[in-house]
């Protein structure tokens, strides 16, 4: 999809149109290339936003990110810096099979050197996108593809509400900034602690609501850096902790998150940390809601929680 008509999902839709094609242009499909340029370009002194129009297709460009934009300031020794953005939008819930609905978040939280952001709602898109230009180094910003059109809960036998009728969907005309590095509690509670990102969140909202727990949940929105503090002082609390995420099982950052719960909370848990994740298989178009974690997944790893 061309710059004129906003890419694949419309985001940046209009911006030729008004900033010229000096500054909002097309490239050809060659990930390596597009984030190598804009590699050079950001050493140079611009600011440049890439779009890889799925995730699934950012493994060409890796050892550009990784042994390039992430080292640049250490390999430099500060003399440059990489003030790159590359969205992408990620995750499943759209039949797009194994090729368009993985999430690859945990590739890049391994790599020193990069910040990593999940957004789950369009004022905090619009906020971290800011403070990710602002930032003076290099940004992986994941766009849950399945947000797009409205908070999906993970019940995908129902109408979505869309973003208008949304108080997240409210975003303020104006320049504003969310913070990277801090979480948001987007529900308050004492029993259970549950640890989300992205479309995540709106799934664990649902399976607190359906199974009556009094669960906690956590907007992690940035994963590097990662608000430590606002998760320990949640899990102390509850002393039980559920992590969600939809990228596979093995490795998959809910691993790291488990991990740093256990470490900083050990003497408080009542239970183990619980995970509920994607399968360790590539996405299935055929069995898309087998493979979500949708509420009745997370509704029953918040029931194990509670009666461990």
Known sequence: ????????????????????RTRCFDTPISELGIVGTAIGMAAYGLKPCVEV????????????????????????NGQFTCPIVIRMPSGG??????????????????????????????????????????D???????EPKRLYNGPFDG?????????????LGEVDAGHFTVPLGKAEVRRKGDSVTVLAYGTMVYV????????????????????L??????????????????????ATLTSGFGAELAALVQEHCFYHLEAPVGRVTGWDTPYPHAQ????????????????RAMEA
């Open 225 to 246: 850096p990662l608000d430590l503090d606002c998760i320990v002082e949640s899990v102390r609390k509850t002393g039980r902790c559920v992590v969600v995420h939809e």
């Open 53 to 76: 129009q799925f995730a699934d297709y950012v493994y060409p460009a890796y050892d550009q990110i990784v042994s390039e934009a992430a080292r640049i300031r250490y390999r430099s």
């Open 1 to 20: 999809m061309s710059a004129i008509s906003g890419g694949v999902f419309r985001c940046t839709a209009g911006l030729q149109q008004k900033y010229g």
């Open 155 to 167: 019940h995908h036998e129902r109408p979505v509400t869309p973003w208008s009728r949304h108080p």
């Open 136 to 142: 003076p180094d290099p940004v992986i910003f994941f």
């Open 93 to 134: 819930g759209i039949f797009g099979g194994q090729t368009h609905s993985q999430s690859p978040e945990a590739l890049f939280t391994h790599v020193c050197g990069l910040k990593v952001v999940v957004p789950s709602n369009p004022r905090d898109a619009k906020g971290l996108l800011i403070a990710a230009i602002d």
């Open 204 to 223: 664990a909202e649902a399976a607190a609501e359906e199974t009556g727990i009094d669960a906690e949940i956590i907007d992690l929105r940035t994963l």
């Open 288 to 303: 898309e809601w087998d493979y979500f974690p949708g509420p009745a997944r997370v509704g029953e790893a918040l029931v």
